[in-house]
């Protein structure tokens, strides 16, 4: 099996690269870079994106950190892709980093982060997603070779098609009994009291997140950290849902709502649920909390415009361009929301292009979304996409 690596920065900065030495008994490891020569350095050979576009795909695995890789190549006709993501790096536009990460999370195999901020994030968006430390972190050797392991036994079942959901659930059991021991040393500490209640919450274990996120609250209360009630409270909304609770849900939400929009989305929540439309006055809490993975799967179940338009929303969220074109409608009256919606169809048709390294084909519907929008956004991205690729070349070999 060939392993390649597209890393987004140069190799003796990559958070990644002891995954390639576990990797190098299993098979041949590769370090692929921009319009690179190809050098050697111990069993990681650095290739050229062109280069590794030529090996064979059914047998050949990519583990891509640089999220625009799928813009110059197509990276789904190989055997299986991993996204490695960390968090925005120093220098990225976050905006454009962010757009992209999803782009590539939502076609991956497997995803990969060493940020926990960040894979907490992915857990609600995404399904196969794992915390695999890196040894950068200076973390205990143990942990990092426990993380290891679990990231070989992931990739060798998604190669093989097969689900990981009993190595997830056991990283969030190892997650809990880890924030529960530094709970004892600090009992003061909100951070701690949450993430124990978030793993919870994933495993379905709602009376525990429950009084998890209680110690999280009276820790604020009592040291006084106040910039994160807001979104406590909104997860105390989700867990509520996951007890079954709705309408004390919805009414937990409400308390967070100040903005125009945030009372108009949760009025209209209230009247679905008045009407007895209760999972899709569900679907759209969740949606709105930021748990989409579990909106999605709700969702799916109910045939019905409104739970098509939120799943929409969900695939736009987290960019499976694929999902929101299949999703996707064009008002019958003519006017601005025609116009508006063939836009946005066009900027999705681009998008899904684009992903699939198909360059001119997706210039071609962003050109017609920019006659509508007088936006040339997503042609000026490809032009910072092919910037930061090409500045790589001067970087990125390996030190001898």
Known sequence: MNYIFFPHVPWYDFPYRHLAELLQSSGNVFAAYSELP?????????????????????????????????????????????ALLPETPQGENPELWNKYSKLLASTSELIVSDSESAYTDLLFKYDPVLLIASPQLSLAADQVERDRQTFFEALGLV???????????????????????????????????????FYYYLLGEGVEAASCLQRSFAACVLTGVKDVLSTRFRFLAAIHALNGETEQALHTYGITCITGEERAHYDRMCHLFEQGAILIALGELLFRIGDMRTSS??????????????????????????????LSVTSADKGKQQIIDRMMNDKLQGLFHLMQGERRLAMRFFWRASANSHSFGELFELKTIDRTLESQCSAALLPV
């Open 297 to 326: 799967r709700l969702l799916a179940k109910i045939k019905d415009e409104r739970a098509a338009s939120l799943l929409r929303s969900i695939a736009i969220q987290v960019g499976d361009v694929k999902r929101a074109l299949s």
């Open 159 to 197: 190669i093989n098609g097969r689900s990981i959901d009993f190595i997830k659930q056991r990283q969030w059991d190892e997650q809990i009994q880890h924030y529960k021991q530094l709970s004892q040393i600090d009992e003061m500490n909100e951070l701690v009291w949450y993430l124990q209640s």
């Open 38 to 82: 190809a050098e050697a350095d111990g069993n990681v050979r650095v290739i050229s994106v062109a280069q590794a576009a030529e090996l064979p795909p059914e047998e050949s695995v990519l583990l891509i950190s640089q999220i625009f890789i799928p813009t110059v190549m197509n990276i789904h006709l190989f055997r299986a892709v991993v």
